[in-house]
């Protein structure tokens, strides 16, 4: 139950994320900078919050699952797909 709530409630920080991966890729040319930048820009973001009082610390675990970890994995998992897709394509 768990997971359809995750999906249901992250499908536009998923989104998001996907469309900003391709476009980090785009304009940096390597594939491991995308994840990074979003991964330190994500968590920069909800510590900040956190820090700052603006949220409960509750508010910040539901942040912490439905926001912070779909936006990085689906960059994680966006460039492992383009980085296996380019092996084939390369062999």
């Known amino acids: 139950m768990i997971i359809l709530a995750w999906f249901y409630y992250s499908m536009i ?4 994320s996907l469309v900003v991966t391709l476009v980090i ?3 940096l040319q390597k594939l491991y900078l995308a994840p990074l930048i979003i991964n330190a820009i994500a968590a920069i973001l909800l510590f900040g919050v956190a820090k700052m009082h603006w949220i409960s610390e509750a508010d910040a675990t539901f942040a912490m699952y439905f926001t912070y ?8 998992i966006t460039n492992g797909t383009i980085f296996i897709y380019r092996r084939i394509k390369q062999k």
């Open 13 to 16: 920080y998923i989104a998001l």
């Open 25 to 27: 890729n785009r304009l």
């Open 69 to 76: 970890v779909p936006v990085v994995l689906t960059s994680v």
